[in-house]
Structure formats: structure tokens, C-alpha cells
């Protein structure tokens, strides 16, 4: 990294990203997000040697949606390890992440864990661990942000009455046998992980161990093998942002992971985790004003991975 300090470029950041508000829209498939207003912009950048910095609305709580299928992904892999992958794949799906479109073709094993089959496919697992994978996946950002954290109610309840899409997934998983649990069940609890609330700052905090060899500075403890998180940053660099994930390695060149909740919380392996918040999305579904925001960082400091 260069040697000017992080606050400088946090507040050069939020100079460059000024043109690209009004560009994306918030999602709008559900109210609550609908409503969430689009000029919010907030930044964190936690390093592994303990430094903090923020900029903007870096403390205002935000819907982490797509983002905390990394999380139960981590804590699935904890739990059952590698037999995790005989039930979803490793390869970019170059389709939108609430897609079914592939599932017949490839017998109901989803390409991987951050589009939503995926995903589902992962909850079914965590459901033979727990009778609540939700609060296990907030309880495991929690421990790694060092704080409680919370799943926003109406948003939950706002997601599993439009989960109609999901629900057709599930379903025909269910039917080739990729799914083992009540159909309902899965959407039900993956829309509740889904409704997981974090600010930028415990975004950056909880990621912390992927930039650390798996190490959680914040809980002063090891959360993952060195190997397994090289795996999961390869994962989140290969399929991290839906089906524009080629684009955004080009850009920003960090592994990543977004939501549509406007999140996105990069890792810069061995120096830091950047959370970026801002609601506006691209066609894709991820932040626009984010991607500007870390594609400036990343070009400022060099820290691209590539
Ligand atoms: N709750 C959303 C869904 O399942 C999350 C998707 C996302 O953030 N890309 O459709």
C-alpha cells in the first residue's frame, strides 16, 4: 500500500464516488429495502495489525442480505468440512443469483454457495446442526464483530412473503433430492439469515479473518485453517458478485462479496477487510456507488490482488 494514510484516501474515496449516486436503484422486491434511501454512504476499513477508520454512515445498521451467505458457508465448512461441496459447486454461474435456470440441467447441485440454490443448499445442511441456522449465522457474525446483532423482523417476514422464486428453487431441489429438509422450512430460515443486520465497521470486523489467516483478531481467536480461507477468498473472487463477477475482479480486483441490501465487504488478504454501504444497485444487484468506492480504494492504495 502507498504510504498516504487510510483516513486520507477513506475521504478522497468519498470525494471520487459523488458522480456515481443516482446511477443504480435501491432493490425493490421487497418495501424495506425499497424505502432505505439512496444517497446513504458509509465505509470501513479494519486492518490485521488493528487499525480502524470510517467515513459517512459506516455505524447505521444495513439488511447484509447476499452477504451472509458467507458466513453460513464458513460455518457450514467448520461443522461438516469438505462434504459440504458434494452438495454445491465451486464454479461461477454467469446466471442472476435467483436463478433455477441451471439446476436441471446439473441435477440440483447449485454451481455455488452465493448464488440462492446455493445457498439453500447450504441452510439444509446447517439444519442438521441446528433447528435455527438464522440465529447460529448471527450468533457467528456476532463473535466475530464483537457485538449482538440483530435479525430486522420485517424484513424477514417482508422476505419469505415474496420468496416465491426461492421457494420454486427449494422446491425442485427437493424433488431431485438436493435438499433433505421441508421445503418451506429452508426458505424460511434462509430469509431470515438474509434479514441479518450489520454496519460497515462490524462488516469489516467479522470478515477480519479472511485478511488474517483465519485468524480473528476481534475474537482473539483462530476461526479457520490458513488453507481453507486462501478457499473461501478464491470462492469469493470466482463467485462472489453474481454473474458480474468478471467485471468486478477487473475493477476492483479484490475478493469480494456483495448484497442487495447495497453491502459489500472486500478482503485485501494479509492487510485489511473494506465494508462498503450504499444502496443504489446495478442491474446486477450490487452496490454501484460500492464498487466505485472500492475500485478507488483499490486503485489508490494498489492493493489488488491481481
Ligand atoms: N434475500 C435475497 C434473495 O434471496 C438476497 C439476494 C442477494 O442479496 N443477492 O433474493
Not at 454512504?41 to 451467505?69: N, P
Not at 439444509?124 to 448471527?138: I, K
Not at 438436493?178 to 430469509?191: K, L, Q, R
Request: with cysteine.
Amino acid at each position: 500500500m502507498k504510504a498516504l494514510s487510510i483516513p486520507d484516501v477513506l475521504a478522497e474515496v468519498a470525494v471520487l464516488v459523488k458522480p456515481h449516486f443516482g446511477k443504480g436503484r435501491p432493490a425493490d422486491y421487497i418495501p424495506q429495502l425499497a424505502d432505505v434511501p439512496g444517497d446513504k454512504f458509509g465505509m470501513a476499513v479494519r486492518t490485521v495489525d488493528g487499525g480502524e477508520h470510517v467515513i459517512g454512515d459506516a455505524d447505521e445498521a444495513f439488511s447484509l442480505q447476499s452477504i451472509t451467505k458467507v458466513l453460513a458457508l464458513g460455518l457450514a465448512l467448520n461443522r461438516i468440512g469438505d462434504e459440504i461441496w458434494t452438495r454445491v459447486g465451486k464454479e461461477p454461474s454467469g446466471t442472476p443469483f435467483n436463478h433455477l435456470s441451471l439446476l436441471e440441467a446439473e441435477r440440483g447441485v447449485p454451481r455455488n454457495p452465493f448464488i440462492n440454490a446455493g445457498a439453500l443448499a447450504v441452510t439444509d445442511v446447517l439444519m442438521n446442526v441446528t433447528r435455527d441456522p438464522a440465529a447460529l449465522v448471527r450468533d457467528f457474525g456476532g463473535f466475530l464483530c464483537g457485538e449482538r446483532l440483530e435479525i430486522d423482523p420485517a424484513v424477514a417476514a417482508s422476505e419469505l412473503a415474496h420468496a416465491w422464486q426461492n421457494r420454486a428453487i427449494a422446491n425442485l431441489m427437493r424433488g431431485q433430492g438436493t435438499i433433505e429438509h421441508e421445503p418451506e422450512a429452508v426458505v424460511a430460515a434462509y430469509s431470515r439469515q438474509c434479514a441479518l443486520t450489520m454496519s460497515c465497521r462490524q462488516l469489516a470486523r467479522a470478515f477480519l479473518p479472511l485478511a488474517a489467516g483465519g485468524f480473528s483478531p476481534v475474537a482473539e481467536e483462530t476461526i479457520f485453517p490458513d488453507r481453507l480461507t486462501r478457499r473461501l477468498n478464491a470462492l469469493l473472487l470466482t463467485c462472489g458478485i453474481y454473474d458480474s463477477v468478471g467485471s468486478f475482479a477487473y475493477r476492483v480486483g479484490l475478493p469480494a462479496k456483495s448484497g442487495v441490501g447495497g453491502g459489500i465487504v472486500a478482503v485485501v488478504p494479509g492487510k485489511a477487510t473494506v465494508a462498503v454501504w450504499s444502496p443504489e444497485l446495478d442491474r446486477f444487484g450490487t452496490s454501484v456507488v460500492g464498487t466505485a468506492a472500492l475500485e478507488a480504494f483499490s486503485q489508490i492504495t494498489n492493493c489488488s490482488v491481481l
